[in-house]
């Protein structure tokens, strides 16, 4: 009996009682040797403090089992969990959710870190700049993602990318409460496309002869060679803006010139498609498209009498004098409050046009016919048509070979402007007399706070008095 006591008192002393003594009733059981637990787990690992909680637990089912609830119209709203949880909760939850989900799944989620998370983890949208966006991520992404399939697209598959299963008429469905700004850097063409050469047509005395007899044809008569069609990807949004630009970026050995420029029948249905579908459009750019007059006009012909269009970038093409007849007379047969007609071929004709359009107008708030080719006779007959204009806040007229005869008009327009805030004249050889007249008629002026007179030739002291100025009226 007393060698059993013995060796049982050997095995406890060995093995640790399973029994706490009365000094060890508040001990841990994690740190004490003595009320620790003396089974041997398959998982090294194992430990009974990392048990997870039942809520863990629970929580980790919605995490992995996560499905929004989908409504008759086609529709995704959150999971009916979600909205039951506290608000805790419904942060944890989101922000444990993979960011490669399809995309049915999670556009309900209108929490914005989430779509941060998702727009970081596609290295190829780096540097991620939200702020072009509105500043919401989520609009970044669908933004985005538009952009990437929609540059993507060849004409020659077109039906399959537009229409077949997750395509981008399902994601702009999707998308629509989000996308604001639809921006297209390039628009792959037609394998079989032939270029059209942007053609500058004589400007003719009547305008509705100048639009209403524009015809749907290529500028060489030929039939049109068309890029995708953006009008059913337009009418599935409700963008506020549109860029696009017809070309190829990295296009390497690969180049043809019928990759460059929108043709007739793009430009036709895309702006038949504008008047007709897009009723929230407020600013469209086709910049560095190849646009020539007759496409120019074919712009003007749809945009006359529109109503929500109040900025037209039409910058970096080959618009001539005809075309820069048929914006002359759409500036005052719309809305519109800002126009870019920089970098294109705009002469005297076009520039008396265009300053005739302007005396009378009480819309447009901003002008840039920069880099045109107005020369001496052009910029004299648009100041003076201008003189008469008395809304518009900034104008930009610098390299367009403006001379001594322009100058004398300019000043003119100065003296008797009361609404002009910024100025743009640089690279413009008008002389050291014009920087005098130009002193002069700044004389009593209050209203001018900005002019860009690099590159006019002025002496030193004359622009030095012309900033001294510039800077007074900065300053009330």
Known sequence: MMETEGAMSALNSKLGSRVASPDHKNADPVTDPRLMRRIIAEDPLWNLSSVPSLLQLCFNTLVTSYEPEHSEGGRFHNNPVLSKLSPEFQVRLISSLPVDLPLRLTVGIEHDPFWKRKVQAIERWRPCVVDEHGGLWKQMYFERLLRERLEAVHPEQEDIEMSGPDGILEIAAMAAPYVKVLTLQQL????????????????????????????????????????????????????????????????????????????????????????????????????????????????????????????????????????????????????????????????????????????????????????????????RDFFRGISGNKVIRELNVSCNSLGTNSAEALCHYVDRNTSIALFDISCNELGEHAGRMLLEALDGNTVLKGIDLRLCHFDKDTEFQINVILKQNTKR
Request: proline content about 5%; aromatic content about 4%; overall charge negative.
């Open 188 to 379: 792959l063409p037609p394998d079989d496309g032939e270029p059209e050469e942007p053609v500058l047509l004589p400007p003719v005395d009547d305008f509705e002869e100048d639009v209403e007899g524009v015809v749907d044809h290529g500028d060489d008569g030929g039939p049109p060679a068309d890029h995708i069609d953006l009008v059913p990807v337009l009418r599935a949004l409700q963008i506020s803006e549109l860029r696009a630009c017809y070309t190829v970026k990295n296009c390497g050995m690969k180049f043809k010139w019928s990759m460059f420029g929108i043709t007739t029948g793009d430009c036709s249905t895309l702006m038949r498609g504008i008047r007709d579908y897009v009723p929230s459009i407020s600013s469209l750019s086709l910049h560095g498209s190849l646009i020539g007059d007759n496409k120019a006009r074919m712009i003007c012909k749809y945009l006359l009498g529109n109503t929500t269009i109040t900025r037209l970038d039409l910058s970096h093409n080959a618009i001539g004098d005809s075309g820069a007849r048929a914006v002359a007379k759409l500036i005052n047969n719309s809305v519109l409050q800002e126009v870019d007609l920089r970098d294109n071929k705009i002469a005297a004709i076009g520039a008396k046009q265009l300053g005739k359009a302007l005396k009378q107008n009480t819309t447009l708030r901003s002008l840039n016919v920069r880099l045109n080719r107005f020369k001496d006779e052009g910029g």
